[in-house]
C-alpha cells in the first residue's frame, strides 16, 4: 500500500533563516506532488504541484520554492522566512493514472516562526 | 474556475444526533466531488467520493453524501454523531483534466463541536 511521510513535525524557526521541509511516497510510482498551507482557522491553500521530476507549478507568489529531485520526493524551501510563512504545511500525493483521483494527505507540518 | 462554498463555518451538535453538512459547488461540467475530515493538528482524511452514477455516495466511519446536480451540492450527513466526530470537515471539487495536475479546489472547511 502507498503511504506518504512528511518531516518535521513540528518546527520553529526565527525569522529570516532557512527552511527546508521533506516529503516522500512509497508504494507508488510517478506520483502527482502538492504542497499546501494551512493558517491558523482558515482552509487549505495550494502552493505547489509536480506531474514529474523538476516539474513545479507555483499557485501563488510568495517567498517559498518547491523542488522534486527524485519522484517520489517533494521539497518545499525558503531562503529567508517571514512571519507570515507561519502554518501547518501538508504534502498530498495522487496517482497520475486517470482523472480526478483523490488526494492522499501526510501528517503535516506545524510551522512557527518567531 | 471551479469553486466550493461551505456556508456554515462552525457547527454544534449533540452526541448521538444526526449531522448534515452543506457543500456547493461552481463547475461548468459533471463536477468530481470529495469530502475530507481532519483532525486536530492531523493531516486530511478521504471520507468519500463522487464521479458519477449513484448519487448517494457511501463513505468510511458512518457517512453519506448526496449528489444534487439542480442545486449544485453536495452535503455530507451521517445519522448519529459520536464524540469522535468532532473534526474539521472539507468538501473539495476537481479538476478534469489530467493536464491540471489532479488539483483539487477546497472549500473554506466546517469546525464541528459535539457536546456530550
Known amino acids: 500500500s502507498q503511504t506518504i511521510h512528511q518531516w518535521p513535525a513540528t518546527l520553529v524557526q526565527p525569522v529570516g533563516s532557512p527552511l527546508s521541509l521533506e516529503c516522500t511516497v512509497e508504494g507508488t510510482s510517478n506520483p502527482n506532488l502538492y504542497w499546501y498551507r494551512q493558517a491558523a482557522g482558515r482552509g487549505l491553500q495550494l502552493l505547489f504541484y509536480?506531474?514529474?521530476?523538476?516539474?513545479i507549478s507555483s499557485e501563488v507568489p510568495q517567498n517559498l520554492s518547491a523542488s522534486r529531485p527524485q519522484d517520489r520526493q517533494f521539497i518545499l524551501s525558503s531562503k529567508k522566512l517571514l512571519l507570515s510563512d507561519s502554518g501547518f504545511y501538508l504534502c498530498a500525493w495522487s496517482p497520475q493514472t486517470g482523472v480526478n483521483q483523490p488526494q492522499h494527505f501526510g501528517d503535516g507540518t506545524r510551522l512557527s516562526i518567531l | 474556475a471551479q469553486s466550493v462554498t461551505q456556508p456554515d463555518i462552525h457547527i454544534t451538535v449533540s452526541e448521538g444526533a444526526s449531522l448534515e453538512l452543506r457543500c456547493n459547488y461552481s463547475?461548468?461540467?459533471?463536477?468530481?466531488l470529495f469530502w475530507y475530515v481532519q483532525s486536530p493538528g492531523q493531516g486530511l482524511q478521504l471520507l468519500l467520493k463522487y464521479f458519477s452514477g449513484d448519487t448517494l455516495v457511501q463513505g468510511i466511519k458512518g457517512f453519506e453524501a448526496e449528489f444534487k446536480r439542480s442545486q449544485s451540492s453536495f452535503n455530507l450527513r451521517k445519522p448519529s454523531v459520536h464524540w469522535s466526530d468532532a473534526a474539521e470537515y472539507f468538501c473539495a471539487v476537481g479538476a478534469t483534466t489530467k493536464a491540471a495536475g489532479n488539483k483539487l479546489t477546497f472549500g473554506g472547511g466546517t469546525r464541528v463541536l459535539v457536546k456530550p
Open positions: 509536480s506531474v514529474g521530476i523538476g516539474q
Open positions: 463547475y461548468g461540467a459533471t463536477p468530481y
